[in-house]
């Protein structure tokens, strides 16, 4: 799959006996999704020591409606999804980042898991009832969980993001600990203990701490023009009370965080828009305005993940393609996808060299030596414009490698290379490292 860049068995087959054993491995039983995310867990503790690692989670839903009469009714591995009507499974993995130049470095928990067709809905269930434990939203505490006992004896320090759907006043509890700090967009207008005022009324009184500048990009959907923003900081410790119906009372009466309020200047804002505006709670100390504008740095770095999932799909790998006739076969070919997507990303983020990762984190001393000599020979020119200008056996130097088999022409005039680019360079440059392995192959071969 990451040699083709595609999850689409016909397109990944030369032949029908090809198709066939594809599909056989992703549903032979002793392969299984433990030992494929086992895999991927050891490499990014490997690789997170003594960083200070940024721990990025969300969920995605995996569809597969249009291939419904592929599946046998009883699959357990399927179910409905986020309509309740069509059939799938969902994805909630946790990405590990390193703050120095947030170089994505792997997968720290991945959770897959699937609804059933005959589940109570939530008020049948009694929700409200239940223990967090019990419920689809404990994957936020539980892959948290998961990454710190992974991580806690290798990396310098973790910080745990999420967005609205991870303000969980038990997250808080349970994942703060000596080795840990949490960072999440809040979601509910909490009570504050000891307060009259609830939390966005007191973040609101506070006085502006500093300022800083962001580009904004032209977005239809969110009914965004482009400009350069003005956004003004301001921060406060709070005590965020127990919520008065949470069914457990063990937990603290109040949890003391931070509170950061992250809101566009008014002059900045165009008529007929909403400023921007993000609400961040942290377990980190933040005593002056710069460590306020690093957390809000630290946040916007999901839009890592969110990019994750925009190349597992119909962008890029297009898992939601696949012709296999599993539940359990696709959540083994998700998790594989995923390291397939992680390498395009991982290229497309050095591509400036600010990440000083060795190529060999990535590729094969084999495929950088190959690398190196397709990119003399067809894509380096005689000026000095025309040459790779990054480091001998740096992942930036495959990076642009990898961007002039995409189609990139390496100059900075033309933009920089995006993930789609990255994605058809590695595609080509695997097919035609293959084709080198099977010739020194056959070439062995033949003197035997």
């Known amino acids: 799959m990451e040699m083709g860049q595609t999850a689409i068995l016909n397109q990944l087959s030369d032949s029908h006996a090809d198709n066939m054993a594809y599909s056989r491995f992703f549903n032979n039983d002793s392969i299984n999704l433990f030992s494929l995310k086992k895999s991927s867990q050891m490499k990014v503790k490997e690789l997170s020591k003594g960083r200070h690692v940024l721990c990025l989670q969300d969920t995605s839903e995996i569809n597969y409606e249009k291939h419904r009469n592929f599946f046998h009714l009883a699959d357990e591995d399927l179910g409905p999804v986020g309509n309740n009507t069509d059939i799938g499974f969902f994805l909630h993995p946790m990405l590990a980042v390193d703050t120095n130049g947030y170089f994505p470095l792997g997968f720290s928990s991945i959770h897959c898991w699937n609804r059933r067709f005959d589940k109570q809905d939530k008020h049948q269930r009694g929700y409200k009832n ?268 495959m990076s642009w490698i990898i961007a002039r088999m995409g189609g990139w022409k390496g100059y900075q005039s033309t933009g920089k290379p995006g993930p789609i680019t990255m994605k058809r360079g590695l595609a080509k440059f695997n097919i035609m490292y293959q084709g080198l392995v099977l010739a020194k192959y056959h070439k062995d071969v033949y003197k035997e």
Not at 306 to 326: A, N, T
């Open 130 to 397: 239940q223990p967090i434990e019990t419920k689809e939203s404990y994957r936020w505490i539980s892959t948290g969980k998961e990454s710190i006992e992974l991580l806690k004896d290798s990396v310098s320090h973790l910080t745990i993001i999420g967005d609205r759907e991870s303000d969980i006043y038990q997250e808080f509890v349970d994942l703060k600990t000596g080795h840990s700090d949490l960072l999440i967009r809040s979601k509910e207008n909490r009570g504050l203990y000891g307060e009259k005022k609830k939390l966005y009324e007191y973040l609101s009184d506070q006085p502006v701490s500093g300022t800083y500048k962001i580009q904004v990009h032209s977005d239809k959907r969110k009914n965004r023009e482009s400009r350069e923003a003005i956004i003004d900081v301001k921060y406060c410790k709070v005590k965020i009370s127990r919520p008065k119906s949470h069914i457990d009372k063990s937990l603290p009466e109040y949890i003391e965080l931070t509170a950061i309020e992250a809101r566009e200047n008014s002059s900045t804002v165009p008529d007929g828009e909403k400023p921007i505006l993000w609400r961040l709670l942290t377990t980190h100390q933040v005593p002056d305005a710069p460590t306020t504008i690093l957390m809000v740095t630290w946040y916007k770095t999901r839009w890592l993940i969110e990019e994750l999932f925009r190349l597992l799909k119909q962008q890029g790998i297009d898992i939601e393609s696949s012709q296999l006739e599993s539940g359990k076969g696709l959540k083994k070919l998700a998790v594989m996808a995923m390291q397939a997507a992680l390498k395009i990303l991982q290229l497309r983020q050095d591509r400036d060299g600010l990440c000083f990762i060795r190529g060999s984190v990535v590729f094969s001393e084999e495929e950088l030596e190959f690398a190196e000599t397709v990119s003399q020979s067809r894509y380096e020119g005689k000026t000095q414009l025309q040459k790779n200008p990054h480091p001998i056996g740096s992942l930036a130097r």
